[in-house]
């Protein structure tokens, strides 16, 4: 059984940055495509980013391309969400998932996933 954990959540000031890391155990991730989202109150769960399992590949949504880069590292079972230029509208519950379809793919929605964090808060102030 394949368990997620989030850290590097926490309050930072519009404009800033925060590095959030997911790590795996309880089973190798490498063969997976991973994925970030986040759930803002009052609003649906929403696709972040994603990355295939080499990390050859990676799709972002559009609100955050250009600010956020999502990573990973298979020998240390971590993947990892670099979030520059935080605006306020990126403040929301991120989670990250695992999904065991093909690896080689990049997949948007959420019910392809099915492991998941607890989630970590990401409050940015303007």
């Known amino acids: 059984q394949v368990q997620l954990v989030e850290s590097g959540g926490g309050f930072v000031q519009a404009g800033g940055s925060l590095r959030l890391s997911c790590e795996a155990s309880?089973?190798?991730?490498?063969?997976?495509?991973m994925g970030w989202f986040r759930q803002a109150p009052g609003k649906e769960r929403e696709f972040v980013a994603a990355?295939?399992?080499?990390?050859?590949?990676?799709d972002y949504v559009d609100s955050v391309k250009g600010r956020f880069t999502i990573s990973r590292d298979n020998a240390k079972n971590t993947l990892t969400l670099q979030m520059n230029s935080l605006k306020p509208e990126d403040t929301a519950v991120y989670y990250c998932?695992?999904?065991?379809?093909?690896?080689?793919?990049?997949?948007?929605?959420?019910?392809?996933?099915?492991?998941w964090g607890q989630g970590t808060q990401v409050t940015v102030s303007s």
């Open positions: 309880g089973g190798s991730f490498s063969g997976y495509t």
């Open positions: 998932a695992l999904t065991t379809l093909d690896g080689s793919r990049l997949y948007r929605v959420a019910p392809f996933y099915n492991y």
């Open positions: 990355i295939e399992w080499s990390g050859g590949r990676t």
